[in-house]
């Protein structure tokens, strides 16, 4: 029986003639590619700035220091993510804290993180830093969580890994409301360099850390250096930074794909609306649609509606990998990990979130699904609810 993953890479001819030129070239790091694929990143997220690194999670971690966490700082990010969205919170030597859900959205709940703020002012335990997360590739309320920071004084930092090709409120995610965004192009996000990341920001002076940051700290630039004097092979150590260049690589097969967005875009698109008119009569929450906002519809996940069936979560996974589909559960909440439980959090933190993860199943999404295999997932959640 043929397997169907619950998401795959999609790559091109192009993007192997892009790949297998690097391999060619005199250089394979720290060429001409990695300026132009942030360039054309940029551009098309309409943004001041793109700064590539080696992958999203190094992404977090530099541009949290870039806004100044550290030790005695404060980090807030949502449950309903991976686990390194609030660990580079801790790389930093901050705190870390959540914020509820919202049972629609699944997204950090706007009403949550205003009633923490106003608890927390009161004892002096403001956050510096808020992780919003795209979970999906749904944006986020990013206005409104905006204009909390600019009210109590914290930066927002979207993590948009899952929402390359989304849009809010007319614009690209990534051009507006954040001070910085981070993007993934891990091999199932909706563009891929295999692995790699990208920050996007509007701030020139942000811009110019992360870009040390993300090389050792180390900068040639004349006009940053202490002792101009020396040679043209000089170089100065101005901070404590790290290895998360991207490699050429990396950018010449992320130039390729971006090329491709709109169309991986829309046909991931045309299937998630096709999800949604066949799966309407089973007893299953769809995922949620906004008028002022388009999904980059990275994942397509339902919550089984215990009101409509006694099947459990578990059954209905259980069913559709028996029948070799790559169903997946995106995700345990964070402060449930073992790691995060010995620091202090619990069952109960936050409900909405325990309650979501309870019930959600991912299904196969990805721009190179056929209707054939669609209909055959389709099939099998049906027969599993009949069962």
Known sequence: MEFIPYSCQNVSDEDVKAVSDVLRSELLTQGPLTPEFERVFAQRHNTAHAVAVSNATAGLHVALLA??????????T????????ANCALYCGAAIDFVDIDSSTRNMSVSALKTKLELSSTVDKLPR????????????????IRELGNAYNFHVLEDASHA???SYLGAPVGSQFAHATVFSFHAVKLITAGEGGMITT???????????????????NFDELENSSEGAWYYEQTSLGYNY????????LGISQLRRLNDLWSRRKVLAERYDEMLSDLPVILPRRQDDRESAWHLYVVEIDGSGTNKTRREVFDDLRHANIGANVHYIPIYLQPYYRKLGFKHGDFPLSERYYSRAVSIPLFPALTERQQNRVVDVLTTAFRR
Do not use: C, Y
């Open 245 to 252: 260049r991207m490699s050429e690589i990396q950018s010449a």
């Open 129 to 144: 830093v808020v992780i919003p997360v795209d979970f999906a590739g749904l944006p986020a309320d990013l206005r409104e």
């Open 202 to 220: 509007n701030d020139d002076a942000l811009a110019r850390r992360l870009r040390l940051l993300r090389s050792h700290g180390v900068t040639k």
């Open 78 to 85: 949502t449950p309903n993510s991976f686990v390194a969205s």
């Open 164 to 166: 390359t090709g989304a």
């Open 67 to 76: 806004l100044g966490v550290g030790a005695g700082s404060r980090v807030w």
